[in-house]
């Protein structure tokens, strides 16, 4: 096994970096000439509606499936390098389940056994702190403790890279936040990266650095929270305003309380100031504004 | 932070197969070694109670030679028919193996696609080569050694059941039936052949896990149904006279090579087995002595390993194990 991996030269060589990346099956187009560049210490919201090429662009990264064009994982071509790869990149699907008939130690055991940057300690002392049982097995567990056993194996490998494909899909709420806090608190730091898509954007926005929308398989908006901050107004205005704001090309509009909301984009927010009340625009709302019309 | 090997970490990956295939390895064959004993159990009991009308013979040993004063060339006749006895116990569990691997070959690279534990396999830093090679010796290897350690248990406990009815009857079982140079003998041939099972097998083994790794769905019917499908046409068109393969040669070469070779000890040809138990029926003469083991002398075995059959069997079933480890790279984006 090749332990000497090339390294990343410096902090600020790309984690991921796609150009030109393509991926059709068939006659529909999943990935269209996708250029993305992923920084180290970033963690990184996907989001796209069913079908976008989310699940595609993730598999690609993590070497699961061929593409056209380039991308680079640490320096590292995922096609033919997967095996070293994934010593650096732990990834965690809605659709990568557990096998059913394993038991919790056998699983501790065994990525103990085969991956050299795995911490049993570290695994243990996550599995302390919930009710998981060594001797059950996974057919035995709840999904959410499905779910906890899955953070606790990947959050004891100090990995570059983690991929998150709606890992918290199907759980309460209380799964879902003690999962985030879980990674926010005890394994994410300025090395590690984090690549996550997931529908309950809401839940996530605060903790993401960058966002991605991906429609079509095409990436429409690549910005930092702090630049779509920046970029991305919306105003509340009464209705006589209402022409006014109309006239500056709003996003969209909606109607709240007989005052319409208005989201603008690129929009001076001194003038918009001057319209109504301003807010920054959830990334639910952004979102629901920037694709319209996806299923239409 | 932790130290893996290359040689470790494919332990532990037949330590996962062993663990998720506990069901088959083990406790198939030792539960058909514990049933084929409870049913001799049953036959020593009613035996016991015909006994006095009819000699009993178990396995070809006929108790009333027991019970004569026996020389020292008839005790040894008495262990080769005794050897003879221990051998066929394998035979069942020989069977139950070929059911065991023939469904883990077809389940091995399937079941994990089709629940989709396979991407958490890959999310590991292990190859698909050495994947698809653990299911192999897996198959070839461990599932055959845990299967010869429920013969010798069984062969065990069929000497303890002989030696216990002889002591009802008055008769010291040691000299007769418990001899360790036969007993080990036998043990080193078994544990021998185990090797050259597995090569034999790599065809079927080959053939099923690119079945397996292949399909999208139902890798059974590709698996079973395809080579016998073919057999059948062959035969037809056979029949019509516009292929030249020949059928029996066709079932036989490529049907049998295919699904039947995880059949231990199936290298050995029909000549060599009828030798081995020719006299093996319902009276053992006893008077074959040296021939008892035809088909497990070292000549026979060292024969089997050069044939052509075997050779190019080998041939096969790598290049079919390589496109397994090819399918197990390309196939698991099918389940998105």
Not at chain 1, 235 to 258: N, T
Not at chain 2, 22 to 50: C, D, H, K, Q, Y
Not at chain 2, 113 to 124: E, G, I, M, N, T
Not at chain 2, 257 to 272: F, H, K, V, Y
């Amino acid at each position: 096994m090749n332990m000497d991996m090339p390294q990343v030269s410096s902090n600020t060589a790309p984690i991921v970096s796609a150009k030109g990346l393509s991926k059709r099956y068939g006659a529909t187009v999943a990935l269209d000439n996708v250029n993305l560049q992923i920084a180290p210490g970033r963690i990184v919201g996907l989001v796209g509606p069913n079908g976008a090429g989310k699940t595609t662009a993730l598999r690609a990264i993590l070497g699961l499936t061929e593409f056209d064009g380039e991308l680079t994982v640490l320096g590292l071509d995922p096609r033919t390098h997967r095996t070293e790869l994934m010593q650096q990149v732990c990834f965690i699907a809605d659709v990568a389940v557990l096998p059913r008939w394993l038991r919790v130690g056998e699983a501790v055991d065994f990525v103990a056994g085969v991956h050299p940057r795995f911490s049993r300690e570290k695994c243990e002392a996550f599995l302390a702190r919930t009710k998981i049982k060594h001797t059950q097995r996974v057919r035995e567990l709840s999904k959410g403790m499905i779910v906890q056993l899955h953070l606790a194996l990947v959050m004891a490998i100090d990995a570059k890279l983690l991929v998150l494909d709606e890992p918290t899909l199907g759980l309460d709420i209380l799964y879902r936040k003690e999962f985030y806090e879980s990674l926010l608190n005890d394994y994410f730091d300025h090395e590690k990266t984090i690549l996550v898509t997931t529908h309950q954007i809401e839940e996530i926005e605060r903790i993401l650095t960058d966002l991605m929308f991906i429609k079509d398989g095409r990436i429409i908006l690549d910005a930092s929270m702090e630049a779509v901050g920046d970029r991305y107004a919306e105003v509340m205005v009464a209705p006589d305003k209402a022409e006014a704001a109309r006239a500056l090309k709003p996003l969209s509009e909606r109607q709240i309380f007989g005052k319409s909301v208005f989201l603008f984009d690129g929009v001076d927010q001194g003038h918009l100031a001057t319209l109504g009340e301003l807010h920054k625009p959830s990334v639910a709302d952004l979102f629901v504004a920037t694709m319209k019309g996806t299923y239409a | 932070m932790n130290a893996v090997t290359p040689v470790n970490k494919f332990t532990w990956l037949l330590k996962r197969e062993y663990w998720e295939h506990r069901g088959g390895f083990f406790w198939t064959p030792m539960i058909t070694a514990m049933v084929i004993l409870s049913i001799m159990i049953l036959v020593l009991v009613s035996a016991e109670f015909l006994a006095n009308q009819n000699g009993v013979n178990i396995n070809g040993i006929h108790l009333e030679q027991l019970t004569k004063h026996l020389g020292e060339s008839e005790i040894e006749k008495m262990h080769a028919g005794v050897d003879i006895g221990l051998l066929s116990l394998s035979f069942p569990i020989g069977i139950a193996l070929f059911f065991v691997v023939l469904f883990y070959g077809i389940g091995a690279l399937y079941t994990d696609r089709s629940d989709r534990s396979a991407l958490f396999w890959k999310s590991l830093p292990i190859s698909d080569l050495s994947t698809v090679l653990s299911k192999v010796v897996a198959a070839t290897l461990v599932a055959p050694v845990l299967a010869m350690a429920a013969i010798i248990a069984l062969q065990l406990g069929f000497l303890v059941l002989m030696s216990l009815y002889a002591l009802l009857h008055g008769i010291n079982p040691f000299p007769l039936l418990w001899s360790p140079t036969h007993l080990f003998a036998l043990w080193f041939k078994l544990v021998l052949i185990i090797p050259v099972n597995a090569l034999w097998a790599l065809p079927s083994v080959g053939w099923l896990l690119l079945c397996s790794s292949f399909a999208r769905s139902k890798p059974f019917l590709w698996a079973v149904a395809l080579p016998i499908m073919a057999g059948v046409l062959n035969s037809w068109f056979g029949l019509l006279k516009t292929m030249t393969l020949t059928s029996t040669w066709f079932w036989q070469n490529i049907v049998g090579r295919l699904l039947l070779s995880i059949i231990p000890g199936s290298w050995m040809d029909a000549e060599t087995l009828r030798n081995t138990f020719e006299r093996a029926g319902d009276d053992v003469r006893i008077s074959m002595g040296p021939r008892l083991d035809a088909g497990f002398t070292f000549d026979a075995i060292g024969h089997a390993l050069v044939s052509p059959s075997m050779l190019i069997g080998i041939v096969a079933g790598v290049a079919m194990i390589a496109a397994a480890v090819y399918f197990r790279r390309v196939r698991t984006e099918s389940y998105a």
